[in-house]
Protein backbone atom coordinates (compact mmCIF):
# COMPACT_ATOMS: atom_id res chain seq x y z
CA UNK A 1 0.00 0.00 0.00
CA UNK A 2 1.01 3.13 -0.84
CA UNK A 3 1.30 6.92 0.56
CA UNK A 4 -1.80 7.79 -1.35
CA UNK A 5 -3.78 4.61 -0.11
CA UNK A 6 -2.45 5.05 3.46
CA UNK A 7 -3.88 8.52 2.92
CA UNK A 8 -7.00 7.59 1.64
CA UNK A 9 -7.56 4.49 4.09
CA UNK A 10 -6.75 7.46 7.06
CA UNK A 11 -9.75 9.21 5.61
CA UNK A 12 -11.98 6.85 5.21
CA UNK A 13 -11.55 5.92 9.10
CA UNK A 14 -12.18 9.42 9.94
CA UNK A 15 -15.39 8.94 7.59
CA UNK A 16 -16.75 6.08 9.47
CA UNK A 17 -15.91 6.87 12.82
CA UNK A 18 -17.68 10.16 12.38
CA UNK A 19 -21.04 8.49 10.96
CA UNK A 20 -20.74 6.18 13.84
CA UNK A 21 -20.19 8.91 16.28
CA UNK A 22 -23.66 11.23 14.68
CA UNK A 23 -25.82 7.58 14.94
CA UNK A 24 -24.66 7.35 18.21
CA UNK A 25 -25.68 11.18 18.99
CA UNK A 26 -28.49 10.42 17.44
CA UNK A 27 -29.47 7.69 19.71
CA UNK A 28 -28.38 8.18 22.92
CA UNK A 29 -27.81 12.26 23.18
CA UNK A 30 -24.19 11.51 24.01
CA UNK A 31 -21.32 8.93 23.84
CA UNK A 32 -19.43 6.37 26.23
CA UNK A 33 -15.85 5.11 26.55
CA UNK A 34 -13.97 3.08 29.18
CA UNK A 35 -10.93 4.94 30.21
CA UNK A 36 -8.23 3.11 32.24
CA UNK A 37 -5.61 5.31 34.01
CA UNK A 38 -2.58 4.10 34.85
CA UNK A 39 -0.94 5.22 38.27
CA UNK A 40 3.14 6.69 38.64
CA UNK A 41 5.92 4.52 40.81
CA UNK A 42 6.26 7.61 42.93
CA UNK A 43 4.94 7.00 46.14
CA UNK A 44 4.33 3.43 45.97
CA UNK A 45 5.03 2.24 49.58
CA UNK A 46 3.56 -1.51 49.53
CA UNK A 47 6.41 -3.37 48.45
CA UNK A 48 8.71 -3.59 45.50
CA UNK A 49 9.47 -6.56 42.86
CA UNK A 50 10.97 -9.42 43.61
CA UNK A 51 13.25 -8.26 40.86
CA UNK A 52 14.26 -4.92 39.54
CA UNK A 53 13.06 -4.76 36.22
CA UNK A 54 12.18 -1.08 33.97
CA UNK A 55 8.52 -0.01 34.09
CA UNK A 56 7.53 -1.16 31.00
CA UNK A 57 8.94 -4.44 31.12
CA UNK A 58 7.48 -4.63 34.10
CA UNK A 59 3.70 -4.05 33.30
CA UNK A 60 4.12 -6.25 30.60
CA UNK A 61 5.11 -8.97 32.72
CA UNK A 62 2.34 -8.41 34.63
CA UNK A 63 -0.38 -8.36 31.51
CA UNK A 64 1.13 -11.47 30.54
CA UNK A 65 0.66 -13.50 33.64
CA UNK A 66 -2.93 -11.75 33.99
CA UNK A 67 -3.96 -12.65 30.15
CA UNK A 68 -3.12 -16.34 30.70
CA UNK A 69 -4.33 -16.54 34.08
CA UNK A 70 -7.94 -15.21 33.49
CA UNK A 71 -7.77 -17.48 29.73
CA UNK A 72 -6.88 -20.68 32.01
CA UNK A 73 -9.24 -19.74 34.90
CA UNK A 74 -12.28 -17.13 34.25
CA UNK A 75 -12.67 -14.45 35.10
CA UNK A 76 -14.39 -14.99 38.28
CA UNK A 77 -11.58 -17.81 39.48
CA UNK A 78 -8.78 -15.76 39.33
CA UNK A 79 -7.60 -13.86 42.19
CA UNK A 80 -4.91 -11.24 42.29
CA UNK A 81 -2.69 -12.91 44.71
CA UNK A 82 -1.82 -15.35 41.93
CA UNK A 83 -1.56 -13.14 39.55
CA UNK A 84 1.08 -11.29 41.36
CA UNK A 85 2.75 -14.27 42.70
CA UNK A 86 3.20 -15.63 39.36
CA UNK A 87 4.28 -12.44 37.67
CA UNK A 88 6.89 -12.33 40.86
CA UNK A 89 5.64 -9.01 41.92
CA UNK A 90 4.33 -7.84 45.36
CA UNK A 91 0.14 -7.53 45.41
CA UNK A 92 0.27 -4.61 46.53
CA UNK A 93 2.80 -3.23 43.75
CA UNK A 94 0.02 -5.18 41.33
CA UNK A 95 -3.14 -3.15 43.19
CA UNK A 96 -0.85 -0.10 42.54
CA UNK A 97 -0.34 -0.28 38.85
CA UNK A 98 -4.39 -1.70 38.27
CA UNK A 99 -5.60 -0.28 40.92
CA UNK A 100 -8.73 -3.92 40.83
CA UNK A 101 -9.03 -6.67 39.22
CA UNK A 102 -11.76 -5.06 36.78
CA UNK A 103 -9.02 -2.60 35.99
CA UNK A 104 -6.50 -4.99 35.36
CA UNK A 105 -8.77 -7.55 33.31
CA UNK A 106 -9.29 -3.82 30.91
CA UNK A 107 -5.64 -3.17 30.67
CA UNK A 108 -5.80 -6.77 28.98
CA UNK A 109 -8.22 -6.18 27.01
CA UNK A 110 -6.68 -2.59 25.96
CA UNK A 111 -3.41 -4.26 25.19
CA UNK A 112 -5.58 -6.72 23.20
CA UNK A 113 -6.96 -3.91 21.20
CA UNK A 114 -3.62 -2.21 19.97
CA UNK A 115 -2.55 -5.60 19.08
CA UNK A 116 -5.22 -7.30 16.87
CA UNK A 117 -5.49 -3.61 15.18
CA UNK A 118 -1.75 -3.94 14.34
CA UNK A 119 -2.15 -7.14 13.13
CA UNK A 120 -4.62 -6.08 11.20
CA UNK A 121 -2.99 -2.79 9.81
CA UNK A 122 0.01 -4.79 9.01
CA UNK A 123 -1.64 -7.43 6.78
CA UNK A 124 -3.55 -4.26 4.76
CA UNK A 125 -0.50 -2.45 4.56
CA UNK A 126 1.57 -5.28 2.59
CA UNK A 127 -1.24 -5.94 0.26
CA UNK A 128 -1.40 -4.15 -2.93
CA UNK A 129 -4.92 -5.03 -4.42
CA UNK A 130 -8.20 -5.48 -2.53
CA UNK A 131 -8.56 -8.64 -2.27
CA UNK A 132 -5.02 -9.13 -1.33
CA UNK A 133 -5.53 -6.43 1.30
CA UNK A 134 -8.74 -8.38 3.07
CA UNK A 135 -6.87 -11.72 2.78
CA UNK A 136 -4.03 -10.65 4.63
CA UNK A 137 -6.07 -8.47 7.27
CA UNK A 138 -7.86 -12.07 7.73
CA UNK A 139 -4.21 -13.62 7.62
CA UNK A 140 -3.08 -11.20 10.72
CA UNK A 141 -5.80 -11.42 12.90
CA UNK A 142 -6.22 -15.25 12.55
CA UNK A 143 -2.45 -15.29 13.19
CA UNK A 144 -2.78 -12.88 16.44
CA UNK A 145 -5.25 -15.38 17.98
CA UNK A 146 -3.15 -18.23 17.61
CA UNK A 147 -0.37 -16.40 19.07
CA UNK A 148 -2.42 -15.64 21.89
CA UNK A 149 -5.00 -18.60 22.86
CA UNK A 150 -5.56 -17.63 26.62
CA UNK A 151 -6.51 -13.73 25.30
CA UNK A 152 -8.90 -15.33 23.01
CA UNK A 153 -10.43 -18.01 25.54
CA UNK A 154 -10.18 -14.66 28.29
CA UNK A 155 -12.59 -12.73 25.64
CA UNK A 156 -15.32 -15.50 25.55
CA UNK A 157 -15.90 -15.02 29.22
CA UNK A 158 -19.74 -14.26 28.93
CA UNK A 159 -20.62 -14.41 32.55
CA UNK A 160 -18.41 -11.51 32.61
CA UNK A 161 -19.02 -9.60 29.18
CA UNK A 162 -22.43 -9.71 29.30
CA UNK A 163 -22.42 -6.50 31.09
CA UNK A 164 -20.06 -3.53 32.78
CA UNK A 165 -17.10 -1.89 31.14
CA UNK A 166 -15.59 -5.72 30.40
CA UNK A 167 -18.63 -5.42 27.66
CA UNK A 168 -17.88 -2.03 26.95
CA UNK A 169 -14.21 -2.74 25.93
CA UNK A 170 -15.33 -6.19 23.79
CA UNK A 171 -17.99 -4.20 21.89
CA UNK A 172 -15.45 -0.84 21.29
CA UNK A 173 -13.04 -3.89 19.74
CA UNK A 174 -15.85 -5.49 17.78
CA UNK A 175 -16.50 -1.70 16.88
CA UNK A 176 -13.18 -0.76 16.03
CA UNK A 177 -12.66 -3.97 13.49
CA UNK A 178 -15.83 -3.17 11.89
CA UNK A 179 -14.45 0.68 11.13
CA UNK A 180 -11.08 -1.15 9.67
CA UNK A 181 -13.35 -3.09 7.03
CA UNK A 182 -15.51 -0.50 6.40
CA UNK A 183 -13.03 2.36 5.19
CA UNK A 184 -11.37 -0.71 3.24
CA UNK A 185 -14.80 -0.62 1.65
CA UNK A 186 -14.79 2.76 1.17
CA UNK A 187 -11.34 2.80 -0.52
CA UNK A 188 -11.64 0.77 -2.93
CA UNK A 189 -16.00 0.67 -3.85
CA UNK A 190 -16.78 2.74 -6.99
CA UNK A 191 -16.42 6.48 -7.26
CA UNK A 192 -19.53 8.02 -5.89
CA UNK A 193 -21.28 5.03 -3.89
CA UNK A 194 -20.68 5.81 -0.26
CA UNK A 195 -24.05 4.74 0.91
CA UNK A 196 -22.89 4.31 4.72
CA UNK A 197 -25.62 2.26 6.06
CA UNK A 198 -24.83 -0.50 2.91
CA UNK A 199 -21.16 -0.12 4.06
CA UNK A 200 -21.44 -1.03 7.37
CA UNK A 201 -23.98 -3.27 7.74
CA UNK A 202 -21.30 -5.20 5.32
CA UNK A 203 -18.59 -4.46 7.61
CA UNK A 204 -20.37 -5.63 10.42
CA UNK A 205 -21.08 -9.08 8.58
CA UNK A 206 -18.05 -9.34 7.72
CA UNK A 207 -16.09 -8.80 11.57
CA UNK A 208 -19.21 -11.19 12.88
CA UNK A 209 -18.35 -13.98 10.57
CA UNK A 210 -14.16 -13.77 11.20
CA UNK A 211 -15.34 -13.97 14.63
CA UNK A 212 -17.85 -16.46 14.45
CA UNK A 213 -15.44 -18.69 12.73
CA UNK A 214 -12.53 -17.97 15.47
CA UNK A 215 -14.32 -19.74 17.80
CA UNK A 216 -15.22 -22.47 14.99
CA UNK A 217 -11.25 -22.90 14.45
CA UNK A 218 -10.80 -23.61 18.15
CA UNK A 219 -12.47 -27.37 16.92
CA UNK A 220 -10.50 -27.29 13.94
CA UNK A 221 -6.76 -26.53 15.36
CA UNK A 222 -4.97 -27.93 12.11
CA UNK A 223 -6.28 -25.07 9.85
CA UNK A 224 -3.81 -22.76 9.16
CA UNK A 225 -4.54 -19.09 9.47
CA UNK A 226 -3.71 -18.70 5.58
CA UNK A 227 -5.92 -22.00 4.75
CA UNK A 228 -8.58 -20.02 6.75
CA UNK A 229 -8.56 -16.76 5.53
CA UNK A 230 -8.80 -18.49 1.72
CA UNK A 231 -11.60 -20.46 2.90
CA UNK A 232 -13.09 -16.74 3.70
CA UNK A 233 -12.10 -15.02 0.99
CA UNK A 234 -14.48 -17.74 -1.39
CA UNK A 235 -17.67 -16.25 0.71
CA UNK A 236 -16.35 -12.55 0.86
CA UNK A 237 -14.74 -11.47 -1.95
CA UNK A 238 -17.45 -13.04 -4.77
CA UNK A 239 -19.34 -10.54 -3.40
CA UNK A 240 -17.20 -7.50 -2.72
CA UNK A 241 -15.47 -7.71 -6.02
CA UNK A 242 -19.04 -6.87 -7.28
CA UNK A 243 -19.80 -4.01 -5.22
CA UNK A 244 -16.15 -2.62 -6.51
CA UNK A 245 -17.31 -2.90 -9.94
CA UNK A 246 -20.53 -0.92 -8.78
CA UNK A 247 -23.32 -4.27 -8.94
CA UNK A 248 -26.30 -3.93 -7.06
CA UNK A 249 -29.00 -6.39 -6.11
CA UNK A 250 -32.44 -5.51 -6.41
CA UNK A 251 -35.23 -7.65 -5.41
Known sequence: MGPAEQATLVDNLLKVSYYRKVCELKRFGRTSAVSITSQDDAGLSGGEPRRRMPRAEREALMLDVAEKIFGELGYQASSMDEIA????????????????????????????????????????????????????????????????????????????????????????????????????????????????????????????????????????????????ARHLMQLLWVGMSGIAQGAVWEP
Not at 85 to 91: D, I, M
Not at 190 to 202: A, K, Q
Request: glycine share 10%; with cysteine; proline share 6%.
Open 85 to 228: ARAGVSKPMLYHYYGSKERLFLACLRRARDGMRAAILAGVGVGTRPDEQLYLALVGWYRFIDEHPALWTMMLDEGLLEFGPGAEEIESIRSEHTELIAALILSHGPPGRSDMVEVELIAAAISGAGERITRWRSRHPDLTPERT
